[in-house]
Structure formats: structure tokens, C-alpha cells
């Protein structure tokens, strides 16, 4: 039976190289040299803005669900906000993050790592809150909005938008325009220091 000195190596592992925490998770296609760049340049916090340009079918929404559940341990004081073009597409991803948070193996690498048990305390389709959750604010940890959706007196650490851009931008100049008005709005949303994340395909402008 390992020490906890060991169980704490070994999680120290899984966080530096979240490609093989990927697989270990029910991610089998997922590569160190590829996903796991991706994933560790997410990882840093505080940080400038980035963005990911990968094409469909690449695996990059499923780096963003791991992402998101370390992000949530590892930063305990910082609220995220996530956002797709629809509220549909925010309910998937937020219920993949909500699985990787239940997995057996995330929580057993969580209390190795800080001596405590992770408990999901409040899951919705579109919220989730855990107890490693230490912002005295009252918001949720996790909040995923449509692009249609109220950001109104809304506030983030870490901002993440993820495929904002579809085929219906690409005809629609109205439509480019939301889009756009949205995204310059998350400037406002994101707290000082905060970092914004954006990932979509190459032919993004």
C-alpha cells in the first residue's frame, strides 16, 4: 500500500502531465506532446490571454473539461466562467466536467494532494460549486452561459470561450456582430489579473 508520501508524488504527476491524467480519466486518444502542451499552457495562472486554434475532431473541448476540473482544485479562490455559442452546448460540457470531478481517480488524486475529500456542493446544468471552493462571494465556482445569455453584473478570475464562432457567423454579418459585442464585453466581466482562454477552429478570425 503506497504512503501518502507516495500518493502525493504520484498526484503531483498526474497535475504536471494532464495528458496522462487524460487517459487515466477514459481519454485514450489524448497525447503528452500535443494535448498535454495544450493543457498546460491553460493551466497557467495568473497569465496572459490566450487562444487555441485547433481543428474539429481534435480533442480540444475535452482538454478544456479536464482544465476546467484542475482549475477548480488548484485555484481555489478564483471563479470561472464558460462559454459556448449555445445553452445546449454549455450543458455538455458542463456535465463532462461534473464527471471528471466524480471520477474515482480525480478525487483520490485531490485528497493526496491537499488531506481533503472533494464534494460537489451544488451542480445544476449550468453551475457547479465544490468544496474546494474558497471565494467569499457567494457566486458559483463554475458558470457556464450561452452566447445569448445575461452577463450582466457577472464577474470572472478565469474567463474560457470555446467555439463562440460557427458556421452561422460566417453568413450572417448581424449575427458577427453579437458575437463580437459579446466578446469585447467579457473584458468588463474578467476581475483584475484575470485570464481569458478562447479555443476554436482554424478559420476563426
Known sequence: MA?????????????EHPAELGRRLGYPDLRDDLHGAWMRAMLRYPAEDMTLQ????????????IVIALLMVRY?????????KTDADVTEVVRQVLRILQHPLFAQMVQALTGERLEV??????????SAYSAPR????LLGIGL?????GKHAEIIITDDIVNRLDRVSHAERERTKAVYMELQNVKNRGGRI???????HK
Do not use: D
Open 3 to 15: 504512503s501518502s508520501a507516495q500518493r502525493r508524488t504520484n498526484a503531483l504527476y498526474l497535475i
Open 54 to 65: 485547433a481543428h474539429r475532431g481534435s480533442y480540444k473541448t475535452t482538454c478544456l473539461c
Open 76 to 84: 481555489r479562490e478564483a471563479s470561472i466562467m464558460f462559454l459556448r
Open 121 to 130: 456542493v451544488k451542480s445544476t446544468s449550468t453551475e457547479i460549486t465544490t
Open 138 to 141: 457567494g457566486s458559483a465556482q
Open 148 to 152: 445569448g445569455g445575461s452577463l450582466t
Open 197 to 203: 482562454i478562447n479555443t476554436g477552429t482554424p478559420w
